[in-house]
């Protein structure tokens, strides 16, 4: 007894086709570059740097006295904080993040480190009448 016809296997093939493109198609919309993607660091609610994610660096994080609080490692564009001076250390247990929806807080140090994505600059370069 034959289950499907030539029309279910067409259609079949079909429908699996088109999942298939639309999954390719979503996955390239969602693997985008990090070449203009920061972290942006705050410590004490003021901002300290933004560093791109597609160079290697080793950034150390002072507090307002000067202290060395945090050490951030950007590196394969991803970024992590491989020091810390506060007791729990959640802020190196947070791993790595590489994308706009991530962030990294270390509560102790008032420190928060974030990715954001290139600004631009909105600024009026001239008026027409």
């Given at each position: 007894?034959?289950?499907?016809?030539?029309?279910?296997?067409?259609?079949?093939?079909?429908?699996?086709?088109?999942?298939?493109?639309?999954?390719?198609?979503?996955?390239?919309?969602?693997?985008?570059?990090?070449?203009?993607?920061?972290?942006?660091?705050?410590?004490?609610?003021?901002?300290?740097?933004?560093?791109?994610?597609?160079?290697?660096?080793?950034?150390?994080?002072?507090?307002?006295?000067?202290?060395?609080?945090?050490?951030?490692?950007?590196?394969?564009?991803?970024?992590?904080?491989v020091?810390?001076?506060?007791?729990?250390?959640?802020?190196?247990?947070?791993g790595?993040?590489?994308?706009?929806t991530?962030?990294?807080?270390?509560?102790?140090?008032?420190?928060?480190?974030?990715?954001?994505?290139?600004?631009?600059?909105?600024?009026?370069?001239?008026?027409?009448?």
């Open positions: 007894m034959n289950l499907f016809k030539k029309s279910d296997i067409v259609l079949i093939i079909i429908l699996l086709a088109a999942t298939f493109a639309l999954l390719f198609v979503f996955t390239l919309n969602t693997t985008k570059s990090n070449d203009n993607l920061f972290a942006a660091v705050y410590a004490d609610g003021e901002l300290f740097g933004r560093f791109p994610l597609n160079s290697d660096a080793e950034i150390e994080i002072l507090d307002s006295s000067g202290k060395l609080t945090n050490v951030l490692v950007t590196a394969n564009g991803q970024a992590s904080v020091f810390a001076d506060c007791p729990d250390k959640l802020c190196q247990r947070s790595k993040i590489s994308s706009k991530q962030i990294i807080a270390c509560l102790p140090n008032r420190v928060v480190i974030e990715i954001e994505g290139e600004t631009i600059n909105h600024e009026v370069d001239g008026i027409v009448r």
